[in-house]
């Protein structure tokens, strides 16, 4: 079975200042999927950044980067210069491929308030 | 990217109705959708997985006559919610992959929002 685990229920940045997401993860698969999303209050899921199992550097995306643990099973999201829109709750995602129909597991999510 | 669609956003209904959610993939062909229900402040429950031309699968603890899922074609999955009740006033959001890889991207729906009196 997959778990996604989020120990942040909410975080306070700063506007302009860098801010990590926690994200552990556990599957017995070698080939997986690692997903953020953000869910403004509007209530849509926006992706923001991918990491597989197998990519040996980490994944960047404009202001947000992973940084990708294997050994720890940690996939940590970086938001670099905060901005007021960032404020949001943050999921991240698991899909292990050819199991569970490729339905993705998710964590608890974080509430992240950027504050001016 | 592509893009999948919900209808209605929102939807107020009393109590013992039907309400039926629409799901449209709009520029892909989506043989499995999945449906998700969520809380405020909590995250997303997968409610059960809908595949073309097939039963769809429920999770463990979701009614399946409560939830009535129809994948009538590759773009398309409805959710009803039959008989209603102020404790199914939640917000439902569809998502379909473009495929079962791991990197292939999961894409949802806007959401709607339920709201039973």
């Known amino acids: 079975a997959q778990k996604i685990t989020q120990t942040q229920p909410g975080m306070f940045v700063q506007e302009k200042e860098a801010v990590t997401l926690d994200c552990t993860y556990d599957?017995?698969?070698?080939?997986?999927?690692l997903f953020w999303y953000k869910q403004p209050s509007s209530g849509e899921m926006i992706f923001l950044i991918y990491?597989?199992?197998?990519?040996?550097q980490n994944a960047t995306e404009g202001r947000y980067s992973l940084n990708f643990q294997k050994a720890r099973k940690s996939a940590n999201l970086v938001i670099s210069a905060s901005q007021l829109g960032d404020s949001a709750m943050y999921f991240c995602?698991?899909?292990?491929?050819?199991?569970?129909?490729?339905?993705?597991?998710f964590g608890d999510g974080t509430t992240l308030t950027v504050k001016p | 990217g592509a893009v999948v669609s919900q209808h209605p956003s929102w939807v107020i209904c009393k109590s013992g109705t039907s309400v039926k959610i629409e799901c449209r993939s709009l520029d892909f062909q989506a043989t499995t959708m999945f449906w998700y229900r969520q809380f405020p402040k909590q995250s997303l429950m997968l409610m059960a997985t809908s595949n073309e031309g097939s039963k769809a699968t429920y999770e463990q603890g979701v009614e399946k006559d409560k939830f009535l899922i129809n994948h009538a074609s590759l773009t398309l999955s409805t959710l009803t919610v039959t008989s209603a009740h102020p404790e199914d006033s939640s917000f439902y959001i569809c998502s379909a992959p473009k495929g079962f890889a791991p990197d292939y991207e999961q894409y949802f729906g806007p959401g709607t929002r339920l709201t039973v009196t």
């Open positions: 599957t017995s698969d070698p080939s997986y999927g």
């Open positions: 990491q597989g199992s197998y990519d040996q």
């Open positions: 995602a698991m899909r292990v491929p050819n199991t569970n129909a490729g339905k993705s597991t």
